[in-house]
């Protein structure tokens, strides 16, 4: 049997004396694409920073090979002069960028935004580039030499439909041919739907766990977001199908 590329057994995550997760525990394989659901402030990204060891946690995280990481944003000075080049560069070398780029570098990095697409950025200002070209390198750092485990956090915030699908093919992509794993938080259920194997619905615990044809129904949805109006869907209706329930395995 093939090692999870993630486990993630008893989770809690605790900030100023308030529980932002509990108990929760799943497991991601190669090729897994798994999507995190859940209304604001259910923990999703506190969950994704816990395991980047960005945040104290009680309970076990492992993750098995290199793990790369999309934030929603960049918070970044936009007159910076800083070019792609320089910014993935960063990434790939210890000494400071201002002292020269290897030449070894500067082919990986032709490599890495080559394989997201987007070569022709090479040598673009990083604050001239759109949301969508940002995006786009902010996976290709992501993906780096190799990632095999992908923390995507509303990657696709402020792209348009047409550059978010296009994103979202890039991600699929990896994780179908080139076995990583993947976690993608979204609000958006249709691309959910669409493009992920998995879904964890997170309200602080995780309320349920399952394939995304069986979990994605009105009902479960009305559960895990209270019935309300969390959920903007700008593609299509999500499917109302009736299943036989909700999958409450909790992974090992």
């Known amino acids: 049997m093939t090692a999870p590329v993630l486990s993630v057994e008893n989770v809690s995550v605790e900030i100023g004396g308030r529980a932002l997760v509990?108990?929760?525990?799943?497991?991601?394989?190669?090729?897994?694409?798994?999507?995190?659901?859940?209304?604001?402030?259910?923990?999703?990204?506190?969950?994704?920073?816990?395991?980047?060891?960005?945040?104290?946690?009680r309970g076990s995280i492992r993750v098995n090979?290199?793990?790369?990481?999309?934030p929603q944003r960049l918070n970044f000075d936009r007159t910076l002069p800083m070019t792609v080049l320089e910014f993935l560069?960063?990434?790939?070398?210890?000494?400071?960028?201002a002292f020269g780029i290897a030449t070894r570098v500067r082919k990986?990095?032709?490599?890495?935004?080559?394989?997201?697409?987007?070569?022709?950025?090479?040598?673009?200002?990083?604050?001239?580039?759109?949301g969508g070209e940002l995006q786009r390198v902010l996976l290709a750092a992501a993906l780096g030499e190799g990632a095999q485990l992908l923390l995507l956090d509303e990657p696709a915030a402020g792209v348009d439909i047409e550059g978010e699908a296009a994103f979202n093919d890039l991600i699929l992509h990896e994780v179908r041919e080139h076995g990583a794993a993947a976690i993608l938080v979204s609000h958006d259920l249709s691309v959910v739907?669409?493009?992920?194997?998995?879904?964890?619905?997170?309200?602080?615990?995780?309320?349920?766990?399952?394939?995304?044809?069986?979990?994605?129904?009105?009902?479960?949805?009305a559960r895990v977001f209270g019935g309300g109006k969390a959920v903007y869907d700008h593609h299509r209706p999500v499917p109302h199908t009736h299943t036989h329930g909700p999958d409450h395995h909790h992974g090992h």
């Open 193 to 221: 739907a669409d493009i992920t194997d998995r879904v964890l619905c997170l309200n602080r615990v995780l309320m349920c766990e399952g394939k995304a044809g069986d979990l994605l129904t009105a009902e479960t949805i």
């Open 65 to 70: 090979g290199r793990m790369g990481y999309v």
């Open 108 to 130: 990986s990095v032709s490599a890495m935004l080559e394989r997201v697409g987007a070569g022709a950025l090479l040598h673009k200002s990083l604050g001239g580039l759109s």
């Open 22 to 57: 509990e108990h929760v525990s799943f497991s991601l394989g190669p090729g897994e694409f798994a999507a995190l659901i859940g209304p604001n402030g259910a923990g999703k990204t506190t969950l994704l920073k816990a395991i980047l060891g960005q945040l104290p946690f």
């Open 89 to 97: 560069a960063l990434t790939l070398q210890r000494r400071p960028v």
